[in-house]
């Protein structure tokens, strides 16, 4: 099923589309701390890698040392780095890191790329059809009121409530682009969430949707180049199939020095 995402209130051409406007986002982690557990205890094929999360969670922030990074190189284009959520997105965070560190995600294109918007990636068909979690199976979204779909937020595509697999996005909208959605005031946000998205930029449409799992360190540069590429016709009406295949060549899991 493809791994759909709302483009403001406008309904895209997808196999599934999620609903649109915001929902209020409750903060899960707790809920998701126990499900990681139970996660835990199905076998996976993966060599799960030790993962070291931030003691205190400020989106914003930079990486704490020995805390848990990962560096995506982008053939041609240069390299991003993100930091993890481990306290509020478990399961998100212990998926992505160990797919990653296995090697899954090298070599995968950016089949979906929608300027001012996001990036995608995360299946390997490169369709936006298929890929799937460590546990075989689809896992919870874990929303917290600390985690916004801020420029730079590394989040979870899915297709529906409930159905994270390995594909995901990287937020790409600017400030501009933040401020026109505030202030159609469709949008429930505190003012603190309101200030971030305009000052940072994002997608607020997107708050409460999906799942948040990491944010950008470095490497907003090379963001940029790659949603600007030219596009083509996704088969469905969509404009976002890079014309020239936009390729992960490595992701790297270490610790921040």
């Known amino acids: 099923m493809r791994r759909a995402i709302m483009t403001g209130c406008m309904i895209l ?10 929902k209020k986002s409750g903060d899960t982690a707790k809920k998701t701390t126990t499900e990681a557990k139970k996660e835990d205890k ?46 509020e997105a478990p399961l998100a965070v212990k998926n992505f890191v160990t797919l990653a560190d296995n090697g899954y995600y090298n070599g995968q294109k950016f089949h979906r790329v929608m300027n001012d918007f996001m990036i995608q990636s995360g299946d390997p068909t490169g369709t936006g059809s298929g890929g799937e979690s460590i546990w075989g199976k689809e896992f919870k979204n874990e929303t917290s009121d600390k985690l916004l779909p801020l420029r730079g937020s590394l989040c979870m595509a ?54 948040v799992f990491g944010q950008m360190i470095d490497g907003y540069d090379v963001l940029d180049k790659i949603a600007v590429v030219k596009t083509k016709d996704n088969g469905s009406g969509e404009q976002s199939t890079p014309a020239k295949d936009v390729i992960i060549e490595k992701i790297t899991i270490e610790n921040a020095k």
């Open 13 to 22: 051409s997808m196999a599934l589309c999620v609903g649109c406007g915001a």
């Open 42 to 87: 199905v076998l996976s094929k993966y060599k799960v890698p030790k993962i070291t999360g931030a003691k205190k969670t400020k989106q914003l922030a930079d990486a704490q040392k020995g805390e848990t990074i990962a560096t995506m190189k982008v053939k041609g284009y240069g390299q991003m780095r993100f930091k993890f959520f481990l306290k």
């Open 158 to 211: 899915n297709a529906g409530q409930d159905t994270n697999g390995s594909q995901f996005f990287i937020v790409q909208a600017k400030a501009d682009t933040a401020k026109e959605a505030i202030e159609t005031g469709s949008i429930d946000l505190t003012d603190a969430q309101k200030k971030l998205f305009e000052e940072q930029g994002g997608y607020p449409t997107l708050t409460g949707g999906y799942t």
